[in-house]
């Protein structure tokens, strides 16, 4: 049985046909980076992994640990353990953050038929997380994201995804608008995270990130296809010489 | 038999006529209020200010017979906490309490109201001043702190109209914090005039608390008049009714004052909510802030209505208001009227209108997460009107108004 599994995706959005049949296998403990032009698709396929209900699957079929993820809500996807970092994640004003996090922590915890973590073992959780993606008890007590700068709201993706613990990670551009510090900071994530329980989807603009974080393989996205898959060395490939090649192919 | 004062009175009219004429005591003041209300009537949807807000119409809709609850069936308030001091309004019956006042506040029925000169247009004050027959007397006195609160509990449980009054002075350099609620499930219509004064270096926390039943129709009409260097801070919370409408009028007569209003509506099935205020700026440097947050359901309506008056002798105010509205269906409706009258020139003064559908990306983030969509929708909607209840200084307060928000989520979103 596989991890992932994607079948002859095909999403359409508005009425415009998006992701035009992706076949995408990501094993267990594997890293899959996607790289590819703006508007290929990346976030389109993120979002119809979790489950955004504008996005409408035409065709082709997802599984993941041999269940049809796409028959599931949004909420029953991530308590399977299916986590969306948010290219641009929301500002939620008037939403108290450790509260918010810790209702969906345990939420998804009760889904699962585990037990709740209680206050202060949250508190405990939350703070040593926050440390370890650099942000400040201040930022904690906000409005959730709310006035933080798009580096702090990567970080506090990054705070969740180390909270949560998530079975399947899709890492939507969360390098991007990060400083160097912080790319360390989500390599240090992941590879605590990264073992032979979980995987990753890692969608990036940049080879950057892959020294921090080695993937197993790399797929050039382009026109709603990947067009091209390979090791590591193709992302080093695609820096030097860029889309063009792809996007006459797609 | 005497001569109506009214033109082509309506049933509901001529029922008023003459149950003002059977009164036994009525002063000079209060016939004039009714010679007044006679020539307006009651506002119907073409009058200005009133176009949202019909009690002509809402008055004529067939009155249920409401169900009396029997002596000692009143519950225990949730701001009963608070330890105040507790003045029932029972179906227009003051109820004071006895035992020891905390020091420094006065209370006891004193007549009405004369004539109130800002309102001799308002036909809902108007009638309010000739109706009411006994009004509940307050004063804090110089210098004193209240160390617990006034509840006002104003419990309606008949049909028919029921009137009542509180005058209300805070001295000098005193603190009051006053609460009032709205109760009962009567299907009347209930009429309260709230008139204060707030003297030098004074302040007056209000909280309004309005959360009856369906059928009722409520009118809440509070007069502040706002001396030097005080405070009025206001939060009023209304769950709508078939109708209710809180109006609050603000007056600055003096310099460095500030207000507060704020308000949030919860409306569900058929129900209707009104916030109307106005705010008189006559003096320096005074300022306001006034945040309005109304969530509207099935049916339900919420009206805001807001306006700053800045005077010639205005300068330097800063005044502020914003109106938002969350539509949770779409047979809901808001209706935003802010409002800015300015006759000074160095004034700071802004407003802003909202209106909208729950924010659909925010509500699939919190999905994502592993909210399910009732929890999420709460969430959301709760921190919409948490603007507002979050103002609440005082803690405990703070704490039954968002438990009152919560259950209206659990139960009616
Ligand atoms: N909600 C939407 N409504 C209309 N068009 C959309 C919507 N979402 C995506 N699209 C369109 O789908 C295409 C793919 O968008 P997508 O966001 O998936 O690209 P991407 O590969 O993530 O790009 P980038 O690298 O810029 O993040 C784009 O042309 C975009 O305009
Ligand atoms: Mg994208």
Not at chain 2, 144 to 168: D, E, M
Not at chain 2, 241 to 260: D, I, P, V
Request: charge should be negative; include cysteine.
């Amino acid at each position: 049985m596989s991890f992932l599994e994607i079948k002859n995706l095909h999403v359409t959005v508005d009425d415009r046909e998006i992701l035009r049949g992706i076949d995408l296998t990501i094993g267990q403990g594997e890293i899959h980076a996607i790289m590819g032009p703006n508007g290929s698709g990346k976030s389109t396929l993120s979002y119809t992994l979790a489950g955004r209900d504008s996005y409408e699957v035409t065709d082709g079929a997802v599984t993941f640990d041999g269940e049809d993820l796409l028959a599931l809500d949004p909420d029953a996807r991530a308590a399977k353990g299916v986590f969306l970092s948010f290219q641009h994640p929301m500002e939620i004003p008037g939403v108290a953050t450790m509260n918010f996090i810790r209702t969906a922590l345990n939420a998804q915890r009760k889904a699962r038929g585990e037990e709740e973590v209680s206050a202060a073992d949250f508190l405990k959780l939350i703070r040593e997380k926050a440390k370890l993606v650099g942000l400040d008890d201040a930022k904690l007590k906000r409005p959730f994201n709310v006035g933080f700068s798009g580096g702090e709201k990567k970080r506090m993706e990054m705070l969740q995804m180390a909270i949560f613990e998530p079975r399947f990670c899709i890492m939507d551009e969360t390098d991007s608008g990060l400083d160097i510090d912080a790319l360390k900071m989500v390599g240090e994530v992941v590879n605590a995270l990264r073992d032979s329980s979980r995987g990753f989807l890692v969608i990036t603009h940049y080879q950057r990130l892959l020294e921090y974080i080695k993937p197993d393989a790399v797929h050039v996205l382009a026109g709603g296809r990947i067009v091209k898959s390979g090791g590591p060395e193709l992302a080093r490939e695609l820096e030097k010489s860029g889309y063009e090649q792809f996007i006459e192919a797609a | 038999m005497s001569k109506s004062l009214l033109i082509n009175p309506s049933a509901l009219e001529a029922g008023l006529e003459a149950a003002f004429a059977a009164r036994s005591k009525t002063s000079e003041p209060q016939a004039a209020a009714f010679q007044r209300f006679s020539k307006l009537g009651f506002p119907n949807r073409r009058v200005e200010g009133w176009k949202w807000s019909d009690f002509n119409a809402a008055l004529r809709k067939p009155q249920e017979k409401g169900k009396k609850p029997a002596a000692g069936e009143i519950p225990l308030s949730p701001f009963a906490a608070l330890h105040p001091v507790e003045i029932r309004i029972v179906d227009g019956q003051y109820q004071l309490p006895e035992g020891a006042r905390p020091e420094g506040l006065r209370f006891r029925l004193i007549d009405p109201s004369g004539t109130i000169p800002e309102f001799e247009r308002h036909p809902m004050a108007m009638l309010n001043v000739a109706m009411t027959g006994k009004a509940l007397g307050m004063q804090v006195v110089e210098g004193a702190v209240l160390n617990r609160p006034i509840l006002i509990r104003h419990i309606n449980t008949g049909a028919g109209f029921t009137f009542a009054q509180t005058l209300l002075r805070v001295s000098k350099n005193a603190w009051a914090q006053l609460i009032e609620t709205y109760e009962g499930g009567g299907a009347g219509f209930y009429s309260h005039l709230f008139h204060t004064v707030v003297r030098d270096g004074g302040r007056l926390d209000r909280l309004v608390l309005q959360d009856t039943g369906g059928d009722a129709v409520v009118h809440g009409i509070c007069a502040a008049k706002i001396d030097c260097a005080s405070r009025f801070d206001q939060t009023a919370l209304s769950t709508g009714a078939r109708l209710a409408r809180h109006e609050t009028h603000a007056h600055f007569w003096c310099e460095q004052s500030s207000a507060r209003l704020n308000s949030a509506a919860l409306v569900s099935g058929g129900r209707h909510s009104d916030f109307t205020s106005d705010v008189i700026f006559k003096a320096e440097a005074c300022e306001t802030r006034q945040l309005h947050k109304g969530v509207a359901k099935d049916r339900g309506r919420n009206v805001f209505q807001g306006k700053f008056h800045v005077e010639r002798g205005g300068q330097k105010t800063d005044a502020r208001m914003a109106a938002n509205a969350l539509l949770l269906s779409d047979d809901a409706e808001a209706n935003h009227k802010p409002e800015l009258e300015i006759y000074a020139d160095d004034v700071e003064c802004a407003h802003g209108s909202t209106s909208g559908a729950l924010d659909e990306d925010a509500l699939f983030y919190l999905r994502q997460r592993g909210l399910d969509e009732a929890s999420a929708r709460t969430l959301l909607v709760e921190a919409f009107v948490g603007e507002v209840i979050d103002g609440i200084g005082d803690e405990a307060a703070r704490y039954i108004f968002r438990a009152r928000v919560n259950d209206w989520l659990r139960n009616e979103a």
